[in-house]
T-cell receptor, first 112, second 114 residues
Framework: DQQVKQNSPSLSVQEGRISILNCDYTNSMFDYFLWYKKYPAEGPTFLISISSIKDKNEDGRFTVFLNKSAKHLSLHIVPSQPGDSAVYFCAAPKSDTDKLIFGTGTRLQVFP | DTEVTQTPKHLVMGMTNKKSLKCEQHMGHRAMYWYKQKAKKPPELMFVYSYEKLSINESVPSRFSPECPNSSLLNLHLHALQPEDSALYLC?????????????FGPGTRLLVL
């Protein structure tokens, strides 16, 4: 039962343009969401989070949007840079614990 | 400073070997985690330590044995592993283990079991 889903396994974007990574979840009890970026053979690096009391959180080039009614969140990166090329995971803590449930990841490639 | 360190970076072991993975953080975090990640899959939680006590064991086989000697250190002792245990093992920590906290990950140990 995949409670957090990233339906696009890969995304290719030109440098300078916007990258939009999507994530859907099934558990309406989820109330906190995180995005991590992962390079090969490295651990995930925290990017940005959002609580369910908000619908938007912004940090520099990264903005996360949350649509609770649709159980959908998205990560916008603008402008995209080649160094953003990595796998991006969305994650949410399970409702009664701090156990993180990760999505399957989206591989972003930013080309010049 | 949000650094979690892990040693070794790479490990190759036979099925009869005993080895240990080490994780350290100096952020004053009181919750520490072990995750396992197979290729092209998301990380999966194995264990959670909260205030040096094991709080979650995700039905992990006993050939994996975690240990938290103090609030900064987390070990994972390995014994009689199988080739299918080959994976990237990630350590993470968070401030107190409450739900709406960020977990910070180390670089991982890439384990190969022959």
């Amino acid at each position: 039962d995949q409670q957090v889903k990233q339906n696009s396994p890969s995304l290719s974007v030109q440098e300078g343009r916007i990258s939009i990574l999507n994530c859907d979840y099934t558990n309406s009890m989820f109330d906190y969401f995180l995005w991590y970026k992962k390079y090969p053979a490295e651990g995930p690096t925290f990017l940005i989070s959002i609580s369910s009391i908000k619908d938007k959180n912004e940090d520099g080039r990264f903005t996360v949007f949350l649509n609770k009614s649709a159980k959908h969140l998205s990560l916008h990166i603008v402008p995209s840079q080649p160094g953003d090329s990595a796998v991006y995971f969305c994650a949410a803590p399970k409702s009664d614990t701090d156990k993180l449930i990760f999505g399957t990841g989206t591989r972003l490639q930013v080309f010049p | 400073d949000t650094e979690v360190t892990q040693t070794p970076k790479h490990l190759v072991m036979g099925m009869t070997n005993k080895k240990s993975l080490k994780c350290e953080q100096h952020m004053g975090h009181r919750a520490m985690y072990w995750y396992k990640q197979k290729a092209k899959k998301p990380p999966e939680l194995m264990f959670v330590y909260s205030y040096e006590k094991l709080s979650i064991n995700e039905s992990v086989p006993s050939r994996f044995s975690p240990e938290c000697p103090n609030s900064s250190l987390l070990n994972l002792h390995l014994h009689a592993l199988q080739p299918e245990d080959s994976a990237l093992y990630l350590c993470a920590s968070s401030r107190s283990g409450s739900r709406q906290e960020t977990q910070y990950f180390g670089p991982g140990t890439r384990l190969l079991v022959l």
